[in-house]
């Protein structure tokens, strides 16, 4: 066999390869009003297993910078760009706002379906819902179970048409 034909025999099993290996899981954890000393892997004093296995087998991200507020640090990570970039520095937006997360840039779960993987989200979204554009279905998530804004009561209300009797809001794409 050639050198051409081994070449060409070498990049055929590393194209099968690739497109045989299946892409990593990922889970993005995001927990407001966490200091850094308030888990075990950098407090001993405090008991936490599976998040510090999460940690040793994950990714620490101990060098990043964060806005000390919610709003503008979610706008953040999700499109990529610092929080004055997306018009959410200054404060977090309130449930009678008429704003949202900018339209015009890219989300992270947006990216994440360009790559093919399915994406999900639990808990907090405060990134604006005065549309049903900026609600997290419409920008990427599969579905969705937890609450638009900063934190929830349990109280029965209604918004728009509908009521909602339950603390969560369940969505999907």
Not at 4 to 28: E, G, R, Y
Not at 89 to 94: E, N
Not at 145 to 166: C, M, P, S, W
Request: charge should be neutral; glycine fraction near 8%.
């Amino acid at each position: 066999m050639g050198k051409k034909a081994v070449d060409v025999a070498v990049i055929l099993a590393s194209i099968v390869t690739v497109t045989l290996c299946k892409p990593p899981n990922i889970v993005f954890i995001v927990v407001d009003d966490l200091g850094w000393n308030d888990i075990g892997f950098n407090n001993p004093d405090i008991i936490s297993p599976n998040v510090d296995r999460l940690a040793r087998e994950g990714i620490i991200l101990d060098h990043a910078y964060v806005q000390p507020l919610c709003s503008p640090s979610r706008s953040s990570f999700m499109t990529g760009y610092y929080p004055y970039r997306t018009g959410l520095q200054h404060l977090v937006i309130l449930p009678q706002q008429p704003v949202c997360a900018p339209l015009t840039k890219s989300f992270l779960p947006q990216e994440m379906k360009n790559l093919g993987y399915a994406t999900h989200m639990v808990g907090k979204w405060h990134l604006g819902f005065c549309n049903w554009n900026c609600t997290p279905t419409f920008r990427g998530f599969d579905s969705f179970l937890g609450y638009y804004n900063a934190q929830e009561d349990y109280y029965i209300r209604t918004f728009g048409k509908f009521v909602f009797t339950h603390p969560f809001v369940f969505g999907a794409g």
